[in-house]
């Protein structure tokens, strides 16, 4: 079954000294966020960014897989602690994605659980998106 | 150009059926602790975010800057960009989900020639970064026209 999600964006002015503002979204969760290129493309000043929101999207996609493969192999994790950083090169694109990813999970050792990231971080519908235009790395660790 | 880095954060709790997900910009701090679940992903949302509305986010406003640089260009810079994205997720063969497209429409208000407008529109989405991305994988299309045209 097909599941679709929606944003709406305005604009107003050129890029550099123009503004924008996504208005909403379809489930109301966010919004109104300004967005300005000069927070996109120097120091974020509070708003968010393109490549903020691919790295929010890829978290919490990459900690879904994760938590799935998991379950499904009988380890259901306490908690993950996931961090996403996008790099950005304005010019030349978004080059990068690379996952940090740090598990309270019991009764599995550092190498299962770097095979399961591996896994997630390969098979996850974002890095599926992303996968053969950005590079993807993940970095993970168990707590406990 | 220096390279710029964003980051998000995500703490989950449990199985991916059942556990649930807090989500933070953590450059910006836009925003903090958003939850989000695997039902409300593929379901009703419940007012809950997912990867793929974040998508849309992101793919919508990579569009308006885009738009809003090239038509500069043109000498036209808007007046005002309406960008509205629409992601949609998949099952494809194996169960698995996929990201399949995303579709942007955009009004404009600006002082532009059609001809010139069009031309505006597709360097724009072949300079949005976002749409690069995803058309490695899925399909991007663009309904692009000025405000004049479909009122």
Known sequence: MATERRAEVTWSGDLLGGSGTIERVGTGAFGPLPITWKDRAEEPGGNTSPEELLAAAHAACFSMALSGALARAGHVPESLSTTATVTFVPGTGITKSVIDVEGNVRGLDDAGFREAAEAAKENCPVSQALKGNVELSVISKLTS | ?151
């Open chain 2, 1 to 151: 150009m220096p390279r710029v880095s964003r980051e998000a954060e995500v703490i989950w709790e449990g199985s991916s059926a059942k556990g649930r997900g807090a989500l933070t910009a953590a450059s910006s701090g836009a925003f903090a602790g958003l939850p989000f679940s695997e039902p409300a992903r593929i379901g009703d949302p419940e007012g809950q975010t997912s990867p793929e509305e974040l998508i849309a986010a992101a793919h919508a406003a990579c569009f308006g800057m885009s738009l809003a640089a090239e038509l500069t260009r043109a000498k036209a810079p808007p007046e005002r960009l309406t960008v509205r994205a629409e992601v949609v997720i998949d099952e494809v063969e194996g169960g698995n989900h996929r990201i399949v497209s995303s579709a942007l429409t955009a009004r404009a208000r600006s002082r532009i020639g059609k001809d010139e407008f069009r031309a505006a529109a597709d360097a724009a989405d072949a300079g949005c970064p976002v749409s690069a991305l995803i058309r490695g994988s899925a399909t991007v299309s663009v309904d692009a026209a000025l405000e004049q045209e479909v009122v």
